[in-house]
């Protein structure tokens, strides 16, 4: 067995690092002069950056040749040392570059060391369906179980790469966040009489794209092309579009604009209704929360610096 004695969660600036993690993505980055390899690894304890910088006798093309062999979802030695770089942890590889050359073989791991997986998905699945039960429309609430019992990996898909909810099982975690905060502010703001059932199905459906735009592969998930060449937006109104039948085509409508206008002044479409900016406003609360939560998780009482998720200052009191 290939001895797994130093975890994600352990790794401080300082601190030479020598151990297997999952890779689950590599992407290849600019720098003065020539080209990085940006690594984001995991294990059972959490998500961690790496950079791969190989060594002065190491050129360009030999650098993009690494990245293009890594194979993402594999379990790789990452051989090298930790700082912090704005505020955020990462591992730093020179010489250890040639860990890289080769996966460790699966059959050399304990697998449950490497699983990060932090999301009780009964639980959301419980919770998915609680609010979906709420609909009462006929139409709308088969639009929602069809189009989410459709979408391949649903409960088990990140919600992002990166930022937000980006483990397995976060794409049903912050659906379910949204939709939660989304019924709590149309019964909060006075006199809103926002139509709840349309409000929930954007909620429930606004990332359901981001199902198709993540398959797994080894230990992690991986997002595909789709991901940025389409994205997920457009393909779950596609999603959408196949089963609009037997709904009131101006709340379907309503629906579409939901999912397509969910991410506010930073989307193509603009939310142009109660029910749309709702949906927004919570679309972003659960993803910068949750972002904001996870920068500051391992930070002492006084202690603060620039969030690597939430891209603004986080503090512990």
Same mark, same amino acid.
């Given at each position: ?169 976060? &794409?049903?975690? /912050? %659906?379910?966040?949204? !939709? ?5 502010? =149309?019964?909060? @703001?006075?006199? +809103? ?35 940025? &060449?389409?994205? /997920? %937006?457009?393909?779950? !109104? ?5 089963? =609009?039948?037997? @709904?009131?085509? +101006? ?56 969030? +690597? ?9």
């Amino acid at each position: 067995m290939f001895e797994k004695t130093t975890f994600v969660e352990e790794i401080n600036g300082g601190v030479q690092v020598d151990a297997p993690f999952v890779v689950e993505t590599a992407e290849l980055r600019e720098k003065r002069g020539g080209k990085y390899i940006q690594l984001a690894i995991s294990d059972k304890t959490g998500r961690g950056t790496c950079k791969v910088w190989g060594t002065p006798d190491h050129s360009v093309e030999q650098i993009e040749a690494f990245c293009r062999a890594i194979r993402p979802g594999e379990i790789y030695r990452i051989q090298g040392y930790a700082k912090i770089f704005n505020g955020a942890c990462e591992v730093n590889v020179n010489d250890g570059i040639a860990c890289l050359a080769d996966p460790v073989p699966q059959d050399r791991v304990e697998p449950s060391l490497f699983v990060y997986a932090p999301v009780d998905i009964e639980s959301v699945r419980l919770g998915l369906a609680r609010m979906a039960a709420k609909i009462e429309d006929p139409g709308i609430s088969s639009l929602v179980s069809t189009v989410m019992n459709d979408a391949p990996g649903f409960l088990d898909a990140p919600a992002a790469k990166y930022h937000h909810h980006a483990y397995i099982g976060g &794409l049903a975690e /912050h %659906t379910l966040e949204t !939709a939660e905060m989304a019924l709590s502010l =149309s019964g909060t @703001v006075s006199r +809103a009489e926002m139509d709840t059932d349309v409000l929930l199905a954007g909620a429930l459906l606004h990332d359901v794209g981001k199902a198709s735009c993540f398959c797994r592969r080894g230990f992690a998930f991986v997002p595909l092309p789709d991901y940025t &060449l389409v994205g /997920h %937006t457009a393909i779950g !109104a596609a999603a959408l579009m196949k089963h =609009s039948a037997g @709904v009131d085509p +101006a709340r379907f409508g309503h629906i579409l604009h939901i999912v397509m206008s969910h991410h506010g002044s930073y989307g193509e479409i603009k939310p142009r209704t109660p029910e749309a900016w709702a949906v927004h406003f919570a679309d972003n609360a659960s993803a910068y929360l949750r972002a904001t939560c996870d920068d500051a998780a391992d930070l002492a009482p006084g202690e603060g610096r620039q969030g +690597a998720r939430c891209r603004a200052p986080v503090y512990r009191f």
